[in-house]
């Protein structure tokens, strides 16, 4: 059964990332997270129907057979391969910022599609983390991207990787199409190739130091406006996301 299909048949459903193997007959013991929000949140019961995913592509239309409080399980009826990636591979080099700014960047950029994101260390970033709160961050803006996942229809959860030092994610970068945001005059979109992937730098409240932008554009980095009105440093990834994948992507 396709993925149309099991949603004719069953309507719109919840859909849950489950980092499992999902094969066809077999049963998936689901995780506390989704398991508590189906029996707690939405009180559902043995036979009701819905979608699992695996975030490396593959779906899964399942019906619970089992809801207790000790286990929650799942009978895979059909799997398919996910239809909700971009051809275009976006890696979003995001400056850490605070509160639940950094949230909502990651949130928005998993999506409209971003392949992979790095926080990145910057001169005007004032946030540093260090040994387990660098590690408790970490879980959860993975976290993040697969709840975005499981609301935006993506099968494919996009790594966050190790906050690093912008020098570090520059030295990495070996995509066709560079960008960095910067108040410069610049039309990235005015190409006639279509590059199948790109390295998008986003930097931190106050923008890029000039320490920064050299080394950015050492490391060929383009300069990319997005107009006369200063963005905050969670907007600006969505807006040049937007036009990436309008110009290069799918939307």
């Not at 129907?49 to 895979?76: M, N, S, Y």
């Not at 994610?169 to 960008?179: A, D, G, I, S, V």
Request: glycine share 10%; with cysteine.
């Amino acid at each position: 059964m396709s993925a149309a299909d099991w949603y004719a048949q069953h309507g719109k459903m919840p859909r849950f990332y489950v980092p499992a193997s999902l094969a066809a007959g077999s049963d998936v013991v689901l995780p506390e997270g989704p398991a508590r929000h189906i029996t707690r949140v939405l009180r559902m019961g043995e036979g009701t129907p819905l979608v699992l995913f695996d975030g490396q592509g593959i779906e899964a239309g399942v019906r619970l057979v089992e809801v207790g409080r000790k286990q929650t399980v799942a009978h895979v009826e059909s799997i398919w391969t996910g239809s909700g990636e971009s051809p275009l591979a976006v890696h979003l080099g995001q400056a850490i910022s605070k509160g639940d700014r950094m949230d909502y960047a990651i949130q928005k950029a998993v999506e409209l599609g971003v392949a992979a994101i790095t926080p990145l260390y910057t001169e005007r970033g004032d946030v540093r983390l260090k040994g387990d709160r660098e590690d408790k961050k970490l879980a959860h803006w993975q976290a993040v991207a697969a709840s975005a996942c499981e609301q935006s229809g993506r099968a494919v959860v996009p790594p966050v990787h190790s906050p690093i030092t912008l020098q570090a994610w520059l030295e990495e970068r070996h995509e066709p199409l560079r960008l960095m945001l910067h108040l410069a005059t610049g039309n990235a979109f005015n190409r006639q190739d279509r590059p199948a992937s790109v390295a998008l730098l986003i930097g931190p409240e106050g923008g890029l130091s000039e320490t920064d932008i050299a080394a950015a554009q050492t490391a060929d980095f383009t300069p990319l406006t997005l107009g006369p009105r200063v963005l905050r440093t969670e907007t600006a990834p969505v807006v040049a996301l937007s036009l990436l994948q309008h110009h290069f992507g799918d939307l």
